[in-house]
C-alpha cells in the first residue's frame, strides 16, 4: 500500500510539474467565451468573469465587460491574459460590440482595450511601462493601433516610439474614418510584424508592418514602421491581453462593451 501510494504521489507531481512547464499553444489560437472555464484553456491573470447569453456573435455567449459610473476598470469581467508560443507577426480578429449611446474620452488617448506584449517582459509584466506593447482600440470612434516602448528610454538605443511626454510615448495609427457609430457588432483585425534589424550597421531596418480591417475594410496600411531596436534582436510576440481600462475621470458614464469569436494567429488567413 505505501508503495502504491509512493507511486500515485510521484505521477501527480509529475502531472503538475508538467503543467507548469508545458509549452504555450502554437498560432492560431481561438476563444468563444462559451463558458467561464477559461483558466483551463488557458487564460491567467483574470480574477472575474461575467458571460452573457443576449445577443452575443456567435455560439451561446460572449464575455462582458460594464463600467459603473466613475470607474476605471469593468465591474463585471476583469482583465486577462494569454501566452502563446513566440512569433516576428502577430494577428488578431476578434467581435466587438459597444453599447447604445456609449460616449467617448474627447482626449488624445483612452479607453485601452487590447494588447500584445513580447518576450523581452516577463508573463506578469505591466502593458503601460514595457519593451514593447502593442495596442488595439476603439478611439473616439475610429479604429486605433498603437505602440509604446517606456522601458527602452535608459536602453543603448534608446526609445522607437517616439520621446517621452509626461513620462509617456507612443505611436498612433488610426483610422481616418469614424467607425465606431452604433451598437452592433463589428469585426475588428489587426496585423503587427516586427521590423528587421541590420546588426552589421547597427540600426533597424523601417520594415515592420501595422495593419487593421474593420468588418473586412482595410483602414490603417503601414509597412514602414519601425518596433524594436538592434537592443532586441530576439524580441517576439508572445503574450495576448485583453484589458479594457478607462483613465481616472475619463468614463463619460456607465456603459458596456461585449467581446466574442475571438482568434490569434500569425497571419490573416487568405480570403
Same mark, same amino acid.
Not at 63 to 74: C, D, F, L
Given at each position: 500500500?505505501?508503495?502504491?501510494?509512493?507511486?500515485?504521489?510521484?505521477?501527480?507531481?509529475?502531472?503538475?510539474?508538467?503543467?507548469?512547464?508545458?509549452?504555450?499553444?502554437?498560432?492560431?489560437?481561438?476563444?468563444?467565451?462559451?463558458?467561464?472555464?477559461?483558466?483551463?484553456?488557458?487564460?491567467?491573470?483574470?480574477?472575474?468573469?461575467?458571460?452573457?447569453?443576449?445577443?452575443?456573435?456567435?455560439?451561446?455567449?460572449?464575455?462582458?465587460?460594464?463600467?459603473?459610473?466613475?470607474?476605471?476598470?469593468?465591474?463585471?469581467?476583469?482583465?486577462?491574459?494569454?501566452?502563446?508560443?513566440?512569433?516576428?507577426?502577430?494577428?488578431?480578429?476578434?467581435?466587438?460590440?459597444?453599447?447604445?449611446?456609449?460616449?467617448?474620452?474627447?482626449?488624445?488617448?483612452?479607453?485601452?482595450?487590447?494588447?500584445?506584449?513580447?518576450?523581452?517582459?516577463?508573463?506578469?509584466?505591466?502593458?503601460?511601462?514595457?519593451? @514593447?506593447?502593442?495596442?488595439?482600440?476603439?478611439?473616439?470612434?475610429? @479604429?486605433?493601433?498603437?505602440?509604446?516602448?517606456?522601458?527602452?528610454?535608459?536602453?543603448?538605443?534608446?526609445?522607437?516610439?517616439?520621446?517621452?511626454?509626461?513620462?509617456?510615448?507612443?505611436?498612433?495609427?488610426?483610422?481616418?474614418?469614424?467607425?465606431?457609430?452604433?451598437?452592433?457588432?463589428?469585426?475588428?483585425?489587426?496585423?503587427?510584424?516586427?521590423?528587421?534589424?541590420?546588426?552589421?550597421?547597427?540600426?533597424?531596418?523601417?520594415?515592420?508592418?501595422?495593419?487593421?480591417?474593420?468588418?473586412?475594410?482595410?483602414?490603417?496600411?503601414?509597412?514602414?514602421?519601425?518596433?524594436?531596436?538592434?537592443?532586441?534582436?530576439?524580441?517576439?510576440?508572445?503574450?495576448?491581453?485583453?484589458?479594457?481600462?478607462?483613465?481616472?475621470?475619463?468614463?463619460?458614464?456607465?456603459?458596456?462593451?461585449?467581446?466574442?469569436?475571438?482568434?490569434?494567429?500569425?497571419?490573416?488567413?487568405?480570403?
Amino acid at each position: 500500500m505505501r508503495s502504491l501510494l509512493l507511486i500515485l504521489a510521484a505521477t501527480f507531481i509529475g502531472c503538475v510539474a508538467s503543467a507548469q512547464n508545458a509549452s504555450p499553444p502554437h498560432l492560431p489560437f481561438t476563444e468563444g467565451f462559451e463558458n467561464s472555464k477559461l483558466q483551463e484553456r488557458g487564460w491567467y491573470d483574470l480574477s472575474k468573469i461575467q458571460l452573457s447569453s443576449s445577443q452575443p456573435k456567435a455560439g451561446s455567449a460572449c464575455i462582458e465587460y460594464g463600467w459603473q459610473q466613475g470607474g476605471t476598470v469593468p465591474s463585471t469581467s476583469g482583465g486577462m491574459r494569454r501566452l502563446f508560443a513566440p512569433s516576428d507577426s502577430v494577428y488578431l480578429k476578434v467581435h466587438v460590440r459597444l453599447s447604445k449611446g456609449w460616449g467617448w474620452t474627447e482626449r488624445g488617448y483612452h479607453p485601452h482595450l487590447m494588447h500584445f506584449m513580447t518576450t523581452e517582459n516577463q508573463k506578469f509584466h505591466g502593458p503601460a511601462a514595457s519593451h @514593447l506593447t502593442v495596442y488595439i482600440e476603439p478611439w473616439n470612434g475610429k @479604429l486605433r493601433l498603437a505602440a509604446q516602448d517606456i522601458q527602452n528610454k535608459d536602453a543603448p538605443h534608446g526609445l522607437t516610439q517616439g520621446p517621452l511626454r509626461g513620462g509617456y510615448n507612443g505611436r498612433m495609427f488610426d483610422s481616418e474614418e469614424v467607425l465606431f457609430e452604433d451598437d452592433q457588432w463589428h469585426c475588428v483585425e489587426a496585423l503587427f510584424q516586427l521590423n528587421s534589424l541590420d546588426m552589421k550597421a547597427d540600426k533597424p531596418n523601417a520594415d515592420g508592418i501595422v495593419r487593421a480591417w474593420f468588418d473586412g475594410k482595410l483602414v490603417v496600411d503601414r509597412n514602414d514602421v519601425i518596433l524594436r531596436s538592434t537592443d532586441f534582436p530576439n524580441m517576439k510576440f508572445n503574450q495576448y491581453l485583453l484589458t479594457p481600462y478607462f483613465g481616472p475621470g475619463l468614463l463619460p458614464h456607465a456603459q458596456t462593451l461585449w467581446i466574442d469569436d475571438l482568434t490569434v494567429g500569425t497571419a490573416r488567413p487568405e480570403s
